[in-house]
Nanobody, 128 residues
Framework: QVQVLESGGGSVQAGGSLRLSCTAS????????MAWFRQAPGKKREAVAG???????RYLDNPFQGRFTISHDNANTVYLDMNNLEPEDNATYYC??????????????????????WGQGTQVTVSP
């Protein structure tokens, strides 16, 4: 069973930046598909970005291009750098992980929100 742990949420003013971190553990795989989703109050959960930690294939949804960046520094840790934050970015951000997957799996996993393992979420609050 893969465990997923997010950190880095907090409160910032509009225009500020935050870095979210996510680590997956509990599997010996050297490759994960990992992704960030978010859910604002009263809204459906939506995809933000995803990455394969071997090879670096990545996905970033259109609304976030130019402001958010997803990256990783080893097989099981990813980051979401969020710049120029807006009050509309207020949400709980969730990290999800799938061990042993490939670049071909990333898109379908994100589209279907079909990851096996999910974190508890970290809150991001942006004030005007």
């Amino acid at each position: 069973q893969v465990q997923v742990l997010e950190s880095g949420g907090g409160s910032v003013q509009a225009g500020g930046s935050l870095r979210l971190s996510c680590t997956a553990s509990g599997d010996t795989s050297s490759r994960y598909c990992m992704a960030w989703f978010r859910q604002a109050p009263g809204k459906k959960r939506e995809a933000v970005a995803g990455i394969v930690t071997s090879g670096g294939a990545r996905y970033l949804d259109n609304p976030f291009q130019g402001r958010f960046t997803i990256s990783h520094d080893n097989a099981n840790t990813v980051y979401l750098d969020m710049n120029n934050l807006e009050p509309e970015d207020n949400a709980t951000y969730y990290c999800a992980a799938e061990a042993g997957c490939s670049a071909l799996d990333l898109g379908p996993l994100i589209y279907r929100q079909g990851f096996t393992s999910w974190g508890q979420g970290t809150q991001v609050t942006v004030s005007p």
